[in-house]
């Protein structure tokens, strides 16, 4: 009996590890792609484009019509194009599988301050949800913590690996907090009246977070006889090395936040969410803090805001010179990851530049979360993170990738969902 049970578990275990996708080997040959359209993800495009990369870094962006030898494996590419890899910021990517199973859910930890706790040891490199990203183009992604006032501390990872050491893009880059609203509202599934009104508690909040960052700074100039891993853990905040987002809405919340955490020595500072700051952008722009806003497919918070808010902030805080991103938050937000060229072709179609459009989730993704010194463009030296589509990625009826690489190495396109479609694909075609 014992032995039929070791092998039905031998069975499960190897059809779990035929489930998912083998991480590419180290790129061994050189690869040039020529006549692709080029969008750099700095504004600027190449048509008819050459692009050699060689041991994971790009070698060579140019126009295809100057003299200059391909090397290694050669792409013909006309009629197509080649992107950088897309970079979602704040995401709960491989923190959990299955909303409604428990033991898969690892975005929290208990608490209201956590800045010691880690994303990147949750993570999970092998899951189904990260897989189906790639056939859109997003490689990297911030993976980040949820829940309590301080959150806990992000990582952003490339997303082709075997484990999160291998997945380790940037460690520790950012600690994330929430900042508490100055208007509430009861809970209507309660009964309880769902009209705003004044935070009684907002000014106690909001002195308790300055406290503790004044708690945080005074332990960490004293002698440090006994550990206090939380306080040890904010280091990076006060001495550069890491950036606090806080993840906030409305005017008066984003102006008090940046005020505290400056007032506190804290000035690597990112916007998440940001309603309302369309009406502080001054105080954005002079204290280089950029916006990293929440995907554009849902209705406006406030009563007074247009209906086609969500749709046209990325053009109106870039219009006004505030370096935006776009990030995930909000329901069904791990799955709703693969749709993030898409949201940026939306603030393309209401206004902002198509190639402006590409920057929210490349470049200026890049320059927010720190790494924009090895990915987000591409240009010789950086990470050979890219991929070829078969028309415009920003929209979702050409968004068709054929090749991607992860610093150079040639990635699966396949998941689980792509097994599906060519499956029924194939069922209507033999009926």
């Known amino acids: ?64 019509m100057m003299k200059i030898a391909r090397q290694g494996t050669v792409i013909k590419a006309e009629g197509k194009h080649v992107y950088p890899g897309f970079i979602a910021a704040n995401s709960t990517l491989g923190l959990v599988e299955i909303d409604a199973v428990k033991a898969s859910d690892d975005q929290r930890e208990i608490g209201i301050s956590n800045p010691h706790i880690r994303s990147l040891i949750a993570y999970n490199a092998e899951s189904k949800v990260v897989e189906s990203m790639r056939p859109n183009g997003v490689l990297m992604a911030q993976i980040t913590p949820r829940g309590g006032t301080i959150s806990g501390t992000s990582s952003i990872v490339q997303l082709d690996a075997w484990n999160w050491e291998d997945a380790a893009l940037k460690v520790d880059d950012a600690i994330h907090m929430n900042w508490p609203g100055s208007f509430t509202s009861g809970r209507w599934w309660l009964g309880e009246d769902p009209a705003l009104k004044p935070n009684p508690k907002y000014a106690e909040s909001t002195t308790k977070i300055k406290d503790y960052f004044t708690d945080a700074k005074t332990y960490l100039a004293s002698k440090k006889e006994k550990m206090h891993l939380p306080y040890q853990a904010m280091e990076g905040l006060f001495n550069g090395s890491q950036k606090l987002f806080i993840h906030v809405s409305g005017a008066r919340e984003i102006t008090d936040a940046v005020t505290i955490a400056k007032a506190s020595g804290i000035n690597n500072i990112v916007i998440v969410r940001g309603e309302g700051s369309e009406s502080v952008t001054d105080l954005l722009v002079n204290n280089n803090i950029p916006v990293v806003l929440n995907r554009p497919h849902r209705n406006p918070n406030s009563e007074d805001d247009a209906y086609d808010y969500t749709y046209t902030i990325a053009k109106t805080l870039t219009d006004k010179g505030v370096v935006v991103s776009i990030g995930m938050e909000g329901q069904m937000e791990r799955m709703n990851t693969r749709n993030l060229p898409f949201y940026a072709g939306t603030f393309s179609a209401h206004g902002l530049d198509k190639e402006v459009a590409l920057q929210l989730i490349t470049s200026n993704s890049a320059k927010v979360l720190g790494i924009d010194d090895t990915t987000g463009t591409l240009e010789v030296g950086k990470d050979a993170t890219l991929f070829i589509s078969e028309g415009d990625a920003l929209d979702m009826r050409t968004n068709q990738l054929t090749k991607a690489y992860i610093q150079g190495r040639d990635i699966s396109l396949e998941s689980h969902q792509t097994k599906l479609w060519k499956r029924y694909s194939n069922k209507y075609k033999t009926e």
């Open 1 to 64: 009996m014992k032995k039929i049970i070791y092998s039905l578990l031998f069975f499960l275990a190897l059809g779990n590890i035929n489930a998912q996708q083998t991480p590419a080997d180290k790129q061994s040959t050189a690869i040039s792609i020529e006549g692709a359209t080029a969008h750099l993800g700095n504004g600027k495009v190449i048509e008819n484009s050459l692009i050699i990369f060689n041991d994971g870094k790009i070698t060579f962006v140019g126009s295809a």
